[in-house]
C-alpha cells in the first residue's frame, strides 16, 4: 500500500513539477523500498530489531538509519543491487539508492548529478506525501522529514503539495478498485 501511493504520488510531482525524469516515476515510487522486501525475507529478526528501533525510540530515527545500525548498511542500497542485478534502468537505482538522501550521491558530472537528483528528490517526496496520505492528513509535517532543497530542486513550494495528495490519493483510490474487490476490504 505504501509503495503504490509512493508510487501515485511520484507521478503526480513529476507532473505537477513538470520536471521529465527520463523515464516511468511510478515504477521508481513502486520499487523504492524493495530492499525492505529483501531484508525483512531474509534477516526478519534483524528487520524487525531495525524497525522497532526506528519506531520505539522517540529520537527522530528513521528505518534508514536504523538498519545502518543494525545491518552496517540499509535498504536503499540493498534495493539498489537488487535492481542492478535485474538491469532496471539508471534513473530507477538512482530513485532506490538515494531516496532518503538526494543529494548525497557524490557524482561530479553536472548534468549527472542533476538527473540524479531530480529522480531522487521526486521519489523522496513521492515517499513523505506517501506517509502523509496514509495517516489522513494534509500537513508535510507529518511525514518523514525532506531533505534541505528537495522542494527547489523541483520548482515547488508547499502550495503544490495538496495538489499532489489530491492527485496521488485519487490514482491510488483507482487503483484499488482496479486490483482489490470490494468484499475484500
Known amino acids: 500500500y505504501h509503495s503504490l501511493r509512493t508510487a501515485a504520488a511520484a507521478r503526480a510531482i513529476e507532473k505537477v513539477s513538470r520536471k521529465r525524469s527520463g523515464g516511468s516515476m511510478f515504477i521508481a515510487g ?4 524493495i530492499g525492505q522486501l529483501v531484508m525483512f525475507s531474509r534477516r526478519p529478526e534483524q528487520s524487525e530489531e531495525a524497525l522497532k528501533l526506528s519506531v520505539d525510540r522517540d529520537d527522530g530515527r528513521s528505518t534508514f538509519n536504523a ?40 557524482s561530479d558530472d553536472e548534468e549527472q548529478a542533476n538527473r540524479i537528483e531530480v529522480v531522487a528528490s521526486i521519489v523522496h517526496l513521492a515517499n513523505t506525501m506517501a506517509v502523509v496520505g496514509e495517516v489522513e492528513s494534509t500537513h508535510l509535517d507529518d511525514g ?7 522542494l527547489e530542486k523541483l520548482n515547488l513550494s508547499a502550495d503544490d503539495l495538496p495538489e499532489v495528495l489530491s492527485v496521488s490519493s485519487d490514482t491510488v483510490d483507482e487503483l484499488l478498485r482496479v486490483f482489490v474487490p470490494a468484499n475484500a476490504a
Do not use: K, M, N
Not at 75 to 93: F, K, R
Not at 144 to 150: K, M, N
Open 67 to 106: 538498519e545502518h545500525e543494525v545491518f552496517g548498511f540499509d535498504h536503499t542500497e540493498v534495493g539498489a543491487a537488487l535492481a542492478t542485478q535485474w538491469g532496471l534502468p539508471a534513473y530507477v537505482i538512482d530513485a532506490i539508492r538515494f531516496h532518503h538522501q538526494p543529494f548525497s550521491h557524490g
Open 144 to 150: 518523514p522529514a525532506l531533505c534541505e532543497g528537495t
Open 30 to 33: 513502486l520499487l523504492h523500498d
